[in-house]
């Protein structure tokens, strides 16, 4: 399902998620709302890890969460993401 795609969030977002909530040991569970801008695409993707590399807003995205969203062959897609509010 659409929902089981992964992406890794920059290390300040994975920080600052973990700063509102400090009973979590790490934000895999959180799942992120990501929308390809340049075509309105959308997914939703759980993150897995942090990116230390990517900038505060990007994410690094799976396989299928990229093609999800866009063709691999574009290699950088301008999109806009946040983490989903927990149930």
């Known amino acids: 399902s659409a929902t089981e795609e992964a992406t890794a ?3 300040c977002k994975w920080l600052e998620s973990l700063a509102k909530e400090p009973a979590l040991t790490f934000c ?3 799942l ?3 929308t390809n ?3 309105g695409r959308r997914v939703e993707a759980r993150v897995r890890d942090s990116c230390p590399p ?3 807003d990007d994410l ?3 396989p299928a969460a ?3 969203l866009g063709h691999l062959d574009e290699g950088v897609l301008s999109i806009k993401w946040n983490f ?3 149930d």
Do not use: H, M, P, Y
């Open 37 to 39: 801008t340049a075509n």
């Open 28 to 30: 895999a569970s959180r």
């Open 66 to 68: 990229f093609k999800a």
């Open 9 to 11: 969030a920059s290390e």
């Open 60 to 62: 690094d995205l799976s």
């Open 84 to 86: 989903r509010k927990r």
């Open 32 to 34: 992120s709302s990501i």
């Open 54 to 56: 990517c900038g505060e």
